[in-house]
């Protein structure tokens, strides 16, 4: 979106004339501020109450609905008569850039920490890959996570928001430690929050601020989301002693284990069954000794043949 068209928007707004769509990319702006901006003190003694608003309005029992124009009007006149003419020079000067970007893989098997350019460290669970710049720019500090699970501990810097992408969600904070799982092969994408204070949202909507214990999970399909007050030694149980799964489909189970133990699962009989498990493994369990915890539980026979394992 040019200056002429974000002018158009905001001058289309003042005179109530918005459609549905419309207020959308308003409201997408404000993350675009954050993204190109490096907002003056007023922006940011504005900023935080203003997503409040935004979570109020924009959240009624895991659903997104239509803003409230009178907040609207607020926004349109902060970013009209503070932030305009500050976003415009940055979208004027914007270049692509050069960035060298590498990504990092923990194989099948091992986790692996790594540490990112600002110092922040990222724990990866078996499997897992994420992709961020060599060096972060000047405004903002931007990590992908391409698939698997990853516990972030962000290094606090209030000039430089920190995110992080999981397919369509964007995860944004200034300094706390949370954890995401994204894996290709689930329906869901969860962020749960373990200390501080997150604000998450995908390319039209926001799903509000996150606090500790809290947490998201958005369903790729629907778009729909739900919050969960729940238990961190569930959600961070992976990095520790005991693998706690609470009320998943044997997929998640199977996706897990696939990639802690480096096997494959084949179903050679039955079709997959739609029950739903809850399930600690002791993560010093080895895959013939967890096989025989999942058949006892479920029935069905398990036999690992090399890497694979034979279902039926």
Not at 116 to 135: C, E, H, R, W, Y
Not at 193 to 202: A, L, T
């Amino acid at each position: 979106m040019n200056q002429q068209e974000i002018k158009k928007l905001l001058n289309k707004f003042k005179a109530g004339k918005c459609t549905d769509e419309e207020l959308q990319q308003l409201q997408q702006l404000m993350h675009e501020l954050d993204t190109y901006a490096e907002p003056a003190n007023e922006v940011k003694a504005l900023k935080e109450p203003l997503w409040e608003r935004i979570e109020k309005q924009t959240i009624t029992k895991g659903k997104v609905r239509r803003l409230n124009t009178t907040w609207l009007s607020v926004a349109a006149a902060v970013l009209i008569a503070v932030c305009a003419g500050l976003f415009y020079a940055k979208l004027g000067t914007h270049k692509t850039e050069n960035i060298a970007y590498q990504v990092i893989t923990a194989p099948k098997g091992s986790m692996k920490q790594i540490m990112l350019p600002d110092s922040s460290t990222v724990q990866l669970n078996a499997g897992t890959s994420i992709k961020f710049p060599v060096i972060f720019s000047a405004a903002k500090r931007e990590v992908t996570l391409l698939n698997g699970e990853a516990f972030f501990d962000v290094k606090h810097d209030a000039t430089k928001p920190f995110l992080v992408h999981a397919a369509q969600v964007t995860t944004q904070v200034l300094g706390t430690s949370f954890n995401i799982k994204f894996y290709k092969e689930l329906p869901n994408i969860q962020v749960f929050v373990n200390s501080g204070k997150v604000e998450v949202h995908d390319q039209k909507h926001t799903f509000g601020f996150y606090t500790p214990q809290q947490q998201l999970t958005y369903n790729k399909h629907d778009k729909s989301f739900t919050r969960q007050q729940i238990s961190g030694d569930h959600s961070l149980s992976w990095m520790h002693d005991e693998l706690i799964l609470d009320n998943v489909s044997f997929n998640e189970i199977a996706v897990y284990l696939q990639n802690r133990y480096s096997v494959n699962f084949n179903y050679t009989g039955k079709k997959l069954n739609h029950q739903r498990y809850s399930v600690r493994f002791s993560n010093k369990l080895n895959i013939n000794e967890v096989l025989d915890i999942l058949q006892f539980i479920d029935g069905r026979r398990y036999k690992l043949k090399g890497d694979t394992v034979n279902i039926k």
